[in-house]
C-alpha cells in the first residue's frame, strides 16, 4: 500500500476542516455530521465568482532558493495590495489544516523527516523521496486552499513556491544521487495526474540569489540542521529554477525577476505588479461555470489528496499491510481521534445528541 495514502483516510473519520469552521449544536444524533458547503444548489440558486473580482483578485507565487528572502517579500506585498499571505507549507502542513493543537508524530506526517534529510540526505531507508512526495502533496493542498480562497472570497493570494515549481527540489535530489531514477518517474507519473486539475498561478516572482550566498545565511541561520548543506544540492535547485521552471512558466503566468538588492524595495515590485496586463495563460479563459467546477475541486480536500495516489510499488513510500494496520489503530488510539471532532469523550467532548 502506498504510503501517502496512510494520513488521507484518517480525516474521514476526523472531519478534515479548519479549526473553527464547524460548529456544533445541541440535537438529536441521527445521521452523520455534516458541513455547510458549496455546491449544485448554490450555483442554481445564483451563487457567482465573478463579480467578487477585483484588480488584485490573483494567485502570486513567490519562488527561489533555501534562504532568499521569500517570506519577508510575500508578508509586505499581501500587506500593501490587500491580498492574503499563506507562508510556505512544511511536513505539517495537514495538520494545521485540520485544526490540530500540536504535531501529530512523523508516522501520521508521511512518515519522513525534514531534519534527517539534510543530516542524511541519502538515507538507505528511502526518506529523502518519502519528503519530496509528501511535500508536493502539501503544497497541493495549500494551492487548493489558495484558490479556494480566492473564488470564495475574491481576495487575491500570495504564496511561497507552488505545487508547480516543487519540480525544482526533486530534479537537486536526483542530481545530486540522493533518489533513484524510479522516485523520478513516479514522481512525474503523480505530478502528470494531478496538477492538471489545476490552473498556475497569475504572477510568479523570482528571487534571485547565488547558491554560493545561500549556504552562506543558512550557516548564519543557526539552525543544526541546516549547518552543512551541500554547495551543490543549492546549485541543482538553482539550476532547475533558470533552466527548467522559469522558461516553462514564462509561457502561462506572468513572471517578474529581482535580485536579493531589488526585492527591499516593496514600493518598486508593487509598481511592476501593477504595471502587468495580465493578459495571457488559462486564467483568461475562465468563467462563472469553469469556476463552478473548479470551486467544487478544491474545497473537496480527499478529492486533491487522492490526485497523488496510484497503485504503484516502491519501496520507499510503500507500506505493508500490517505496518499499515498497527499505525491506523495507532491513529485511532490518539485523543480525540476515535470519532468525528466533538464526539470523543476522551479530550473533553460532550455527547451533543444528549443535550
Given at each position: 500500500m502506498a504510503l501517502t495514502v496512510v494520513r488521507f483516510l484518517f480525516p474521514a473519520r476526523t472531519t478534515a476542516v479548519r479549526a473553527g469552521s464547524v460548529v456544533q449544536k445541541a440535537s438529536v444524533h441521527t445521521s452523520p455530521g455534516r458541513r455547510l458547503e458549496y455546491g449544485w444548489w448554490a450555483y442554481i440558486l445564483g451563487e457567482r465568482t465573478t463579480p467578487r473580482?477585483?484588480?488584485?483578485?490573483?494567485?502570486?507565487?513567490?519562488?527561489?532558493?533555501?534562504?532568499?528572502?521569500?517570506?519577508?517579500?510575500?508578508?509586505?506585498?499581501?500587506?500593501?495590495l490587500g491580498m492574503l499571505y499563506m507562508p510556505e507549507a512544511d511536513t505539517f502542513y495537514l495538520d494545521r489544516m485540520t485544526?490540530?493543537?500540536?504535531?501529530?508524530p512523523r508516522d501520521f506526517n508521511g512518515m519522513c523527516s525534514l531534519e534527517k534529510f539534510y543530516a542524511d540526505p541519502k538515507a538507505a531507508d528511502g526518506n529523502s523521496y518519502r519528503l519530496q512526495l509528501w511535500m508536493y502533496t502539501m503544497r497541493l493542498l495549500q494551492y487548493s486552499d489558495a484558490v479556494e480562497h480566492l473564488l470564495t472570497t475574491g481576495q487575491?493570494?500570495?504564496?511561497?513556491?507552488?505545487?508547480?515549481?516543487?519540480?525544482?527540489?526533486?530534479?537537486?535530489?536526483?542530481?545530486?544521487?540522493?533518489?533513484?531514477?524510479?522516485?523520478?518517474?513516479?514522481?512525474?507519473?503523480?505530478?502528470?495526474?494531478?496538477?492538471?486539475?489545476?490552473?498556475?498561478?497569475?504572477?510568479v516572482l523570482y528571487v534571485d540569489q547565488p547558491a554560493e550566498e545561500v549556504q552562506?545565511?543558512?550557516?548564519?541561520?543557526?539552525?543544526?540542521?541546516?549547518?552543512?548543506?551541500?554547495?551543490q544540492y543549492l546549485k541543482s535547485i538553482?539550476?532547475?529554477?533558470?533552466?527548467?521552471?522559469?522558461?516553462?512558466?514564462?509561457?502561462?503566468?506572468?513572471l517578474l525577476v529581482y535580485d536579493t538588492t531589488q526585492v527591499q524595495d516593496a514600493e518598486r515590485v508593487v509598481e511592476d505588479i501593477e504595471y502587468l496586463k495580465f493578459d495571457k495563460g488559462p486564467w483568461l479563459e475562465q468563467d462563472d461555470v469553469t469556476y463552478h467546477h473548479m470551486r467544487k475541486l478544491v474545497q473537496d480536500k480527499e478529492r486533491v489528496g487522492s490526485l497523488t495516489h496510484i497503485p504503484v510499488f516502491l519501496p520507499e513510500?510503500?507500506?505493508?499491510?500490517?505496518?499499515?494496520?498497527?499505525?491506523?489503530?495507532?491513529?485511532?488510539?490518539?485523543?480525540g481521534k476515535n470519532y468525528a471532532r466533538g464526539y470523543n469523550a476522551d479530550v473533553g467532548d460532550k455527547y451533543v445528541w444528549l443535550k
Open positions: 473580482f477585483n484588480q488584485f483578485s490573483k494567485i502570486i507565487t513567490i519562488d527561489g532558493n533555501l534562504a532568499s528572502g521569500k517570506g519577508a517579500l510575500a508578508q509586505k506585498l499581501a500587506d500593501k485544526g490540530e493543537k500540536e504535531p501529530l487575491g493570494v500570495i504564496l511561497e513556491r507552488s505545487p508547480f515549481s516543487d519540480m525544482v527540489f526533486l530534479d537537486a535530489m536526483f542530481n545530486q544521487g540522493y533518489i533513484r531514477k524510479e522516485c523520478v518517474n513516479h514522481y512525474n507519473q503523480i505530478k502528470t495526474i494531478s496538477i492538471c486539475e489545476f490552473l498556475p498561478p497569475h504572477l552562506k545565511k543558512l550557516k548564519q541561520s543557526g539552525k543544526p540542521h541546516l549547518q552543512n548543506v551541500s554547495l538553482e539550476d532547475s529554477y533558470k533552466k527548467s521552471f522559469l522558461p516553462s512558466v514564462r509561457e502561462t503566468s506572468e513510500i510503500t507500506i505493508g499491510a500490517h505496518d499499515y494496520d498497527q499505525k491506523y489503530y495507532a491513529y485511532r488510539a490518539l485523543p
